[in-house]
């Protein structure tokens, strides 16, 4: 059973960076044919797809937050990390981690989430 858990700070200071990372547990974060996302769903709106890395380093990104955002990958640790930089309180919201296949694009396992919340 494989399992994703977030973690980083809860609270972040606009213009700062937002730095969370998803540890996976119950398989191998290289294994083929898996992608893995980070998703944020801010408060009362919907959910957004901010980018992924997938089990052979390939990279895909949003456009819409490419400028501000880095997803890497280590094997060594079995963790995906996210960087989110010169945040604002409109990226307040709770982040995801989630694992999809490859080829049907499918999402089988998530993350809890965590909140965070950009304010000074």
């Known amino acids: 059973q494989v399992q994703l858990q977030e973690s980083g700070p809860d609270l972040v200071k606009p213009s700062e960076t937002l730095s969370l990372t998803c540890t996976v547990s119950g398989g191998s974060i290289t294994t083929a044919y898996y992608y893995w996302s980070w998703i944020r769903q801010p408060p009362g709106k919907g959910l957004e797809w901010m980018g992924a890395k997938a089990y052979d380093g390939s990279t895909y990104d949003n456009p819409s937050l490419k400028s501000r955002t880095s997803i890497s990958i280590d094997t060594t640790k079995n963790t995906l990390s996210l960087q989110l930089r010169s945040v604002t309180p409109e990226d307040t919201a709770v982040y995801y981690c989630?694992?999809?296949?490859?080829?049907?694009?499918?999402?089988?396992?998530w993350g809890k989430g965590t909140l965070v919340t950009v304010s000074s």
């Open positions: 989630t694992r999809g296949t490859l080829g049907d694009m499918s999402t089988d396992y």
